[in-house]
């Protein structure tokens, strides 16, 4: 089953199982505690269905589709 | 030689205001991620002993990722003897533990100080620091403690330890989790959208609007030196030395200080706007939106601030991180009418509507829509959104009125002297003519110039002098060209198409030197003004477009438009070469100091990334058993 951040509805928790991308994106999205391992929750969808609120290591991140989608997770 | 501390954290964990305070240094502190690129180090005296603290880049891992990273970890592994002051916010404590175990497995001097620990209470945390100090094994204190300087002589003295990479849920609380109620209201796009847009209109409204404070002080100004001084300096008797005072250093004066009450205005609210959380917030709601144009929620800022003044506007797109989008954003502003256009399009559209309001509501259209025109043509791949959420709070005044006061002088120092110069030079080009004698604006230099440039204008039928003297001088401020315009004709005596036509250049053409002084300080010189000579130019070919289309013929508008696009594409040509120019530079770099500060060079950029996310899994499995 593969899930990433954009199947999960809100107020979901999961496992992030890994992080597709490379480079620049990959260590800003590993500084905001998004890793392999790490526990989110999808906190909100925006508005126009393009943006994502998500929680991780205390912190609220919004993010675009386009990364959403790089984010493999686990749902729990 | 003095003993060393380093301060070791992540990004934004507060380190340079701790160094600031430990030092009684003045170092940037900046509110977002990456302020720090090289290490600062003052020597201080902790308890009769100097010691020097060095403030180094933030770090997530000991790997090391990004440029800053490699450095600091480098600079931390060359000082051995070196004593380690951690940094950490109360609320990342726990992904914090694996990395001072790994830079302290070899036993260093080490200690520990906690910050932001009333934001972390706040959103319902709690930590037990003498607790924390016992399973960690290393000295624990808080960022606010008075005892932190009696902390730090004694770990120049202590000896060296190893933290112990263990899980800190036991004795710390975590924050509540969720979004806090007012994030769930700014959030939400019914309510927070509209609660943006009034803010940002009372800001306007406050900077631009007729009678209200913005406008209040800078009519102030210019009643202070236009007709305070100004009449005061009717008692000089030489003539030339009256017009000099008078209409050459008092008006351009007047002129330029007069955008500071405004300038400073906007700073004011941006500033708030971003202290408080509100601009993150607003980011964030507007980003689906803006992204298809390629802009953001903080450009829609500096454009709406772009129908006040364009000068004004552009020095509030500083904060931009993203150089590209500033550019861009830097580009498309002139075409959003300023408020000094006003009372030109006015001017000018009694000869072409019957309603000089339909009028001018029909060119700020057509400026908005050209301004979408060129962000969406240059677009660029833009960097992916990912941001962290800013914490909502109250503004610091005193950080507030720090960058106020830093906005103001930069701007007095850069633009309004090159403004100032400018001003200077138009006063003696349009007061004397070429013997140098004092004259009417019909017998100057300047006029004689215009001559010559009348032929721009001929083939909107208007090919007079008076045309492009009244151009020349919206340079200096478009309010000018209004002035010029009634104190050379009285009234518009050509027909409707030449004056819309006249209208649409002046709204595309360059933006007064103000501006251009203003986009030097952000984007250099040669770019401010090569973008001045295409505006102009492609302005005037718009002019002559939209003149043709209205005197009927498609093919006078093709004719018009194909030198237009033509260089449209070549200047986006040029733009792709020197940026690929830039990026093999720049991957050259990064591949030397990759091979010099590891010591051997990497096999390929693949291997590296491979490396780099291996290691990015393998070492978050260390906090995994929660």
Known sequence: MDMDITDLKKGERAVVLKVECEGDLFDRLVALGVFSGAKITLLKRSFFGHGYLIEAANSRIAMEKEVAKKVRIWRI | MADLILLVGNPNAGKSALFNRLTRAHAHVGNYHGVTVDALSKETDLGGRRAEIVDLPGIYTAAGGSLEEKFACKYIEDRPQAALLFVAECGRIGQFVPLMAELTKKGRRCALVLTKKRRFERDGGGVDVPALSALLGLPVYL??????????????????????????????????????????????????????????????????????????????????????????????PSKIVRSLVKDGILKSLGSVLCFLPQIALLHLFLILLEESGLLSRLAILTDGFFAKIGLSGRAVFSLLMGFGCTAAAVTTTRGLDDKDMQKRVILCLPYISCSAKLPVYLALSASFFKDPFAAVILLYILGVALSMLVALFFKKKTAPFLAELAPLQLPRPLFVLKSLLFQIKQFIIKVATVILAFFLLSWFLSSFNFSFGLCSAEESMLATVCGGLKW????????????????????????????????LYGTFPYSGASAFSFAVFILACSPCVSAIAATAREVGKGRALLYAAWQTVSALLLSYAVYFSLIGGAVYIALALAPLIGGLIIGKNREKVSRAGKMFAKRLRRRNVRAGVDGAPQASQEEGRARQRQKGGRKRHASFGR
Not at chain 2, 181 to 201: C, S, T
Not at chain 2, 472 to 480: D, Q, T, Y
């Open chain 2, 143 to 236: 960022a606010e403690e008075k005892r932190l300087k009696e902390g730090l002589s004694a770990l120049l003295s202590a000896p060296p330890c190893a933290v112990k990479n263990s899980d800190v849920y036991a004795i710390v609380r975590p924050v509540r989790g969720g979004l806090s109620r007012a994030d769930k209201l700014l959030l939400n796009g019914f309510i927070g959208l509209p609660l943006f847009f009034a803010l940002l209109l009372l800001a306007f409204l406050l900077t631009f609007a007729k009678g209200l404070l913005g406008d209040r002080m800078k009519e102030g100004i210019e009643w202070l030196f236009i007709d305070y001084l100004g009449g005061m300096s009717e008692g000089i």
């Open chain 2, 456 to 487: 721009l204008f001929a083939p909107v039928g208007m090919g007079d002098w008076r045309i492009a003297y009244a151009a020349l001088s919206g340079l200096i401020a478009k309010e000018n060209v209004a002035g010029a315009i009634a104190m």
